[in-house]
């Protein structure tokens, strides 16, 4: 059992930056591939980055490409995003999961574990 806490999502200006954190229990951390998705309401959760259980491979969504970067200290157990140059449409409550799954084949249907989400809100 992982259990998945997500922080540090508040309120931005637009061009401004976060950092979410998600610190995972359990002693298999390094097992897992991570990921963050998205969420506003009305619309699917949507893919926004992985990271593999070592951290040597990651993958993000065309749309962060370039402004968010996703990295993992598997010491600390936790998972951070950066999230810089934010954009008004990157309000969305943000997701931590897990996967028992390479990170190329990272998505919705692999997670095994999901946090309860920290809500993003970029001001225009």
């Known amino acids: 059992q992982v259990q998945l806490v997500e922080s540090g999502g508040g309120l931005v200006q637009a061009g401004g930056s976060l950092r979410l954190s998600c610190a995972a229990s359990?002693?298999?951390?390094?097992?897992?591939?991570m990921g963050w998705f998205r969420q506003v309401p009305g619309k699917e959760r949507e893919f926004v980055s992985v990271?593999?259980?070592?951290?040597?491979?990651?993958y993000y969504a065309d749309s962060v490409k370039g402004r968010f970067t996703i990295s993992r200290d598997n010491a600390k157990n936790t998972v951070y995003l950066q999230m810089n140059s934010l954009k008004p449409e990157d309000t969305a409550v943000y997701y931590c999961?897990?996967?028992?799954?390479?990170?190329?084949?990272?998505?919705?249907?692999?997670?095994?574990?999901w946090g309860k989400g920290t809500l993003v809100t970029v001001s225009s």
């Open positions: 999961s897990a996967a028992l799954a390479p990170a190329r084949h990272f998505d919705l249907n692999r997670v095994s574990y």
């Open positions: 990271i593999s259980g070592g951290g040597g491979t990651t």
């Open positions: 359990g002693r298999t951390f390094s097992n897992y591939a």
